[in-house]
């Protein structure tokens, strides 16, 4: 499973980037407003930072034609950009134009499985399915990512499955048991998916030991 963080803000991508196993960034409108820099800036700033991954940046108008010029200004930016779509009707056509171009779609503010077979009929190269929303009203989030990622399975569709909305790390054991293909969350979430306290503990002993023998990775001299 893709591992991609949900943010607008850079310093926690050049966090994450040093780790070498994050493939991508989804950003939306409300983390770039959130974010304070200027829309293309940190869009190309993201490029830069992880050189070769993903990055999703959303287009904010609703009527198609003014979708696809803003989708052509996005797209212009850098390779790397996969343009971000609501999941409303000229969405899907916008995701539809794009795909016949060539151009990688990421379609977001998906919630149930007909929504994903929209967004996978127009070809789109990612399916945003949000859990955190749905789980939120007292819904099943992960229950269209399951489903969803069945349908493009046995169809046969080219889309991925992104799990997008993820709040934590228990999600995340849903997506890969889902065999999801994505899941984009935000800083604090990622980090999460290093914690254990066995594992803190279990550290601690072995580098206490190691200090009481006084030892030392480095020390050269033979063993009689
Ligand atoms: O970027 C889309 C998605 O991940 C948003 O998550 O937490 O605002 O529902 P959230």
Redesign the pocket.
Known sequence: MKLFL?TGDINEVRQVADWGIVDGV???P??IAKSGKRFRETVLKICELLPGGDI?A?VVATDYETMLKEALEIASWHEQVVI?VPLIESGVRLVKTLTDRGIRTNV??VFTLPQAYMAAKAGATYI?N????VD?IGGDGMEAVVQTVEMVESYGFDSEVLV????HPQHVVQALNARAHVS???FGTMKQLFNHPLTDSGLKRFLDDWDKAGLSIFERESVS
């Open positions: 949900d989804t950003t939306n409300t983390l999703s959303e971000k977001t503010l945003s949000f859990v955190g929303r939120d997008a909305s993820v709040r984009t969350m935000p």
